[in-house]
């Protein structure tokens, strides 16, 4: 009997290693009960006064979806209780994309010779040749992503981490508007085709002066516009955005360098001053409270 065989694994290659305590973060009902937990604490609020119209709508809902709800009210002691609206309801994160050179200006194209190996694979994986050319040539980028329970997305801001070399003129942090970067948008920007490239040096800081860039012209500009066109509040015209409706709840991973745009000092004033609510759950999706104003 083979070692496969006897311990029910299999030989591979490439693979994730992965601690115990990675391992146990995934899957713990700790965890999940502390999501719930911040989950009931942040996205729910007691209202002044009973809403007809809330209460109506509850009506036609079934009870699995009422579930969640009534144990929050339960906690309230039966006051009047409501969801935050969607559009309230953020989740901000990086994601790592593979940028290339694409198409060739000529267009050219060549029939390439597949190997029987390749072959052998073709219900699983997709049939390959070897690529001679430099089209797909590229670099891994960071694209950080900003959404909403509606389903609307902040301005694109894409990362290209350089060499000294690469840099222009000595700066360590150089931000380039870019037309086009995100033709047609989604949502609240849906006229929107302006995106945001950010070369970085990899230098001491560096990720917190990224982040902090992110929140002052991407992520607190999100929050106005949804405020703007979903709650019909405008903050242009000088009020602040005070009350729970306009309460923003917002997600993000445990990566130190955005941590520190809340807890620092000059970070929890301004989440104060945006009148926002701070959650972060870290990459085994354990859930916890940071921050709320």
């Known amino acids: 009997m083979t070692l496969t065989e006897h311990?029910?694994?299999?030989?591979?290659?490439?693979?994730i290693p992965k601690t115990n305590a990675r391992y146990t973060?995934?899957?713990?009902?700790?965890?999940?009960?502390?999501?719930?937990?911040?989950v009931a604490m942040t996205h729910f609020y007691v209202a002044d006064e009973e809403d007809v119209e809330w209460r109506q709508s509850l009506k036609e809902m079934n009870d699995d979806d009422l579930f969640f709800y009534r144990l929050v009210c339960h906690f309230h002691g039966g006051k009047p209780v409501r969801?935050?609206?969607?559009?309230?309801?953020?989740?901000?994160?990086?994601?790592?994309d593979f940028a290339t050179e694409g198409t060739q200006p000529d267009n050219s194209s060549k029939v390439g010779l597949v190997g029987r190996a390749s072959l052998n694979n073709k219900d699983t994986q997709s049939s390959f040749h070897g690529d001679k050319s430099k089209q797909f040539n590229g670099r891994r980028v960071t694209h950080h992503v900003i959404g909403s329970g509606t389903g609307d997305t902040a301005t694109t801001?894409?990362?290209?981490?350089?060499?000294?070399?690469?840099?222009?003129?000595?700066?360590?942090?150089?931000?380039?508007?870019?037309?086009?970067?995100?033709?047609?948008?989604?949502?609240?920007?849906?006229?929107?085709?302006?995106?945001?490239?950010?070369?970085?040096?990899?230098?001491?800081?560096?990720?917190?002066?990224?982040?902090?860039?992110?929140?002052?012209?991407?992520?607190?500009?999100?929050?106005?516009?949804l405020r703007e066109v979903y709650g019909r509040f405008d903050a242009s015209l000088g009020a602040r955005p005070t009350g729970d409706e306009h309460t923003a709840v917002v997600w993000s991973d445990g990566d130190n360098?955005?941590?520190?745009?809340?807890?620092?000092?000059?970070?929890?004033?301004?989440?104060?001053?945006?009148?926002?609510?701070?959650?972060?759950?870290?990459?085994a999706a354990r859930y916890h409270l940071i921050k709320q104003s």
């Open 25 to 38: 973060a995934e899957n713990s009902l700790i965890g999940a009960m502390a999501q719930l937990i911040v």
């Open 257 to 283: 360098s955005q941590l520190d745009t809340v807890i620092s000092e000059e970070g929890t004033a301004l989440y104060s001053e945006n009148n926002m609510i701070a959650c972060k759950h870290n990459a």
């Open 157 to 225: 801001c894409v990362t290209v981490k350089c060499t000294d070399a690469e840099m222009i003129g000595g700066e360590d942090f150089v931000p380039m508007k870019v037309e086009g970067l995100a033709p047609g948008g989604f949502g609240v920007n849906a006229s929107k085709e302006i995106g945001w490239i950010l070369f970085m040096k990899q230098v001491e800081g560096a990720e917190k002066k990224r982040f902090r860039w992110m929140r002052k012209n991407i992520l607190l500009p999100f929050v106005a516009k």
């Open 7 to 15: 311990f029910n694994v299999c030989l591979k290659e490439d693979s």
């Open 83 to 96: 969801a935050r609206p969607p559009y309230m309801i953020l989740s901000c994160d990086d994601t790592t």
